[in-house]
């Protein structure tokens, strides 16, 4: 039997067997069959090219357009940033990737806008997987949907998902620590929601025969297989809806309606229109807040604050070891101590050492040995 019909062999096998706790461990060992052949056929179809755009990724943060042909990319894409992308009523005008540049609050925030996403893309058809690999390296995926078409939303995600693109959700919180001999230890906090003999069958599957193995929250066999799958990538989503000059006010529930089907906060997706310059300053700002971006106002010695250009960084990567990582060596070398002031300093002027997390719109000053 080649690779595809192994797939399709166990796929089916999968989706007749009833899922309970005594074919748990069996699906478990399944799944993670599944999910190591499908690995293989995807890096056969690869072979010989389809290594992916070569996008260099400039700015701050990259954001990825993902949307089906039509909905809107390429206009949105120029009314957003300084790159000139041909515009036309017909699909497929996006050859290839375009890139921008979004300038906001002092941020250089990387739009690209890649090729409509479409059917059947994780599988190589069309030339999706190059679409998928830009996507892959974003830092943000942005679907741009046409407020007729919310349906698209969902083969989109689907195409993310067959492409090891997970959003909106952390790795699950698994560790695997190989030993000699002993056996496979499971230990775990509390109920997990799946059985030991599961996890272990799992294991097994990606040939860990000694080892311990903590779970640390409750979990699906398909998050298992993901932790134990290191080309997973775990990224934050946005939607926007295009087009809504198009529509009446009545309808807008109906579009509500849809959003909600799937999971998606109609207050949190973002109504626009790219052609009639529309609900453009709210998508920015929910880019920004989705990339979680803040700024770092400088201040230089003799020069005073620096308010045009401040330095951006990513929340969670903002302690003054990661300001003087981005500002060099020499930086490093010559630091003495920090002084902050802002939301993040409890006075004026506090002084700071490395660890300090700094926040939105902080002052800082760095003392320097001379
Ligand atoms: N009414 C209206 N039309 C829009 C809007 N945005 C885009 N369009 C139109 O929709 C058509 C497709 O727009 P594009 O920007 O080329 O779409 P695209 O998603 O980049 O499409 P591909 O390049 O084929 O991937 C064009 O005729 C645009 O003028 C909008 O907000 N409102």
Redesign the pocket.
């Known amino acids: 039997m080649g690779l595809e019909e192994d797939i399709d062999a166990i796929e089916e096998e999968i989706a007749n067997t009833p899922y309970n706790k005594s074919t748990e461990a069996h699906i478990g060992r399944l799944k993670s069959k599944l999910a190591q052949k499908k690995e293989k056929l995807q890096n056969q179809s690869s072979a010989g090219g389809g290594q992916g755009y070569a996008v260099e990724k400039t700015g701050d943060a990259t954001v990825a357009l993902v949307?089906?042909?039509?909905?809107?990319?390429?206009?949105?894409?120029n009314a957003l940033t300084n790159a000139e992308?041909?515009?036309?009523?017909?699909?497929?005008?996006?050859l290839d990737v375009n890139p921008g540049m979004l300038q906001y609050r002092g941020a250089n925030i990387q739009l690209l806008?890649v090729?409509?996403l479409i059917e059947g893309a994780a599988d190589g058809r069309g030339g999706g997987r190059e679409v998928l690999s830009v996507v892959r390296t974003a830092d943000l995926v942005l679907f741009?949907l046409s407020v007729f078409e919310i349906d698209q939303y969902d083969r989109l995600r689907e195409e993310l998902y067959n492409n090891k693109i997970r959003l909106d959700s952390r790795p699950a919180s698994v560790s695997v620590s190989k030993n000699i001999k002993g056996g496979l230890k499971v230990t775990t906090s509390g109920d997990v929601g799946l059985d030991e003999s599961t996890i272990k069958e799992v294991l097994r599957e990606y040939d860990y025969i000694n080892a311990d193995v903590t779970v640390r929250e409750e979990l699906t066999i398909d998050r298992l297989v993901d932790a134990l799958m290191d080309n997973r990538v775990y990224l934050p989503s946005l939607v926007s809806v295009?087009?809504?000059?198009?529509i009446e006010p009545d309808y807008l529930e109906t579009v509500n309606d849809q959003l909600r089907d799937r999971d998606i906060d109609p207050e949190t997706a973002v109504f626009?229109?790219?052609?009639?310059e529309k609900g453009l300053d709210s998508l920015k700002e929910s880019i920004w807040e989705s990339l979680g971006l803040i700024r770092i106002y400088m201040d230089k010695p003799g020069r005073g604050v620096d308010y045009e250009e401040p330095m951006v960084v990513r929340r969670g990567d903002s302690t003054i070891d990661d300001v003087l990582d981005k500002l060099g060596s020499d930086f490093r070398q010559r630091f003495r101590f920090a002084r902050v002031s802002g939301p993040s300093a409890k006075h004026d002027e506090q002084q700071v050492g490395m660890d300090h997390e700094l926040q939105d719109e902080d002052v800082l000053r760095l003392i320097m040995r001379r």
């Open positions: 949307g089906f042909p039509s909905v809107g990319k390429s206009t949105l894409l992308s041909e515009v036309g009523s017909y699909e497929f005008t996006t806008d090729p409509g741009v295009n087009k809504a000059d198009l626009i229109s790219a052609e009639k």
